[in-house]
């Protein structure tokens, strides 16, 4: 790359999915290739999409579920760079905390090999992303945090 490489700024969304299942908090990932590395799923803005729309149809897409959005996880920076064609991209992607209301993970789409449940705990670590595993400790958190307010505590 060069000094004087064009940059640009893609933007994305998508969403850390949680469920409880018998008393256990778990997430849902989706892998790609052997061996799989798993990540969570996010895309790019359809024209005229807004970004929780779009992290909506993400989700729905790539992991086979119908979600709705439960709240904001903020957003994650990172640069990476196509040297053929000399770009250097900053990338910005706005992650939302969704709960499953229908579908079925076997209807991912062919983008991921793989859609499945863990335990939230274990997925932090199973990520292949660090700021993606940031991300998800943040729902964590911010689960935890509300499991500690009365129902007449939240607004």
């Known amino acids: 790359?060069?000094?004087?490489?064009?940059?640009?700024?893609?933007?994305?969304?998508?969403?850390v999915v949680y469920q409880m299942n018998a008393g256990r908090l778990e997430t849902v990932l989706c892998g790609r290739s052997q061996p799989v590395r798993w990540?969570?799923?996010?895309?790019?803005?359809?024209?005229?999409?807004?970004?929780?729309?779009?992290?909506?149809?993400?989700?729905?897409?790539?992991?086979?579920?119908?979600?709705?959005?439960?709240?904001?996880?903020?957003?994650?920076?990172?640069?990476?760079?196509?040297?053929?064609?000399?770009?250097?991209y900053h990338k910005i992607v706005h992650f939302y905390l969704m709960i499953p209301v229908g579908g079925a993970t076997d209807q991912h789409d062919p983008e991921f090999d793989v859609v499945q449940w863990f335990d939230a705990k274990q997925a932090v670590k199973t990520l292949a992303h660090a700021n993606e595993a940031n991300v998800l400790q943040r729902a964590l958190d911010l689960i935890a945090e509300r499991d500690n307010t009365g129902p007449e505590e939240r607004t």
Request: avoid cysteine; glycine fraction near 10%.
């Open 39 to 88: 990540s969570l799923a996010k895309g790019t803005p359809d024209p005229g999409e807004t970004l929780e729309e779009t992290a909506l149809r993400e989700v729905r897409e790539e992991t086979g579920l119908e979600v709705k959005i439960d709240g904001s996880l903020g957003s994650i920076e990172y640069w990476f760079a196509d040297r053929e064609k000399d770009v250097r």
């Open 1 to 15: 790359m060069n000094a004087k490489s064009r940059v640009e700024t893609p933007v994305s969304a998508g969403g």
